[in-house]
């Protein structure tokens, strides 16, 4: 199982590298258009977690929809990674929220205010490649699994992906599942 997830893992790494940047630009806007019809008619959501793109990963930019969603007064959060751990620390954004590089690449915002989880109702999930019934393979760290098994089991986890999912791929007890990814062109709903 880890040798068939290590294997998609590196294929869509690839595939995403592969992208130029006016196609990645061009799929985010795509997303975040996918992202909007998805909201359309929820307007009980108000507060949405964000994961914010790593540069050399090649991840879907969510900058627009954090745009999008304060301009539509909805409240924005991100984590960040807590030291030699695999929990994070939940940070509520504003629009003038600075972002800084930090160590892995990972956006980090500055001067955030850390808040706890409750009231948080939808998560953006970062992803490699998902499949149609909702499995998702990350980058293998296991901090969104950890995270998403923290939180309360009516929290909306949203997947982002350039890419059409696979038939089936491996998954494990620890894995936690999407209930929604949204793609270029289409929305999937598991």
């Not at 990963?57 to 409240?75: C, G, P, R």
């Not at 929990?87 to 001067?111: A, H, S």
Request: hydrophobic residues 35%; charged residues 30%.
């Amino acid at each position: 199982m880890k040798e068939e997830k290590a294997k998609l893992r590196e294929l869509y790494k690839s595939k995403r590298a592969h992208l130029i940047s006016a196609e990645k630009l061009h799929y985010s806007f795509e997303i975040m258009n996918q992202f909007k019809v998805w909201l359309s008619g929820r307007d009980r959501l108000t507060h949405f977690h964000l994961f914010f793109p790593i540069e050399k990963q090649h991840e879907v930019n969510t900058y627009i929809i954090k745009e999008y969603l304060e301009a539509n007064q909805k409240k924005v959060y991100t984590s960040i990674i807590k030291s030699k751990s695999l929990e994070m620390d939940t940070l509520l954004l504003n629009p003038k929220t600075v972002f800084e590089e930090g160590k892995i690449g990972i956006p980090v915002p500055v001067n955030a205010e850390k808040v706890e989880t409750e009231e948080l109702q939808v998560i953006l999930v970062p992803l490699l490649v998902f499949d149609k019934t909702g499995n998702r393979i990350g980058f293998g760290k296991g901090y969104y699994d950890v995270f998403l098994n923290g939180l309360k089991p009516e929290v909306i986890k949203v997947g982002l992906s350039y890419f059409l999912p696979e038939e089936n791929i491996p998954s494990e007890k620890h894995d936690m599942r999407l209930d929604y990814c949204i793609t270029p062109e289409k929305i999937f709903t598991f």
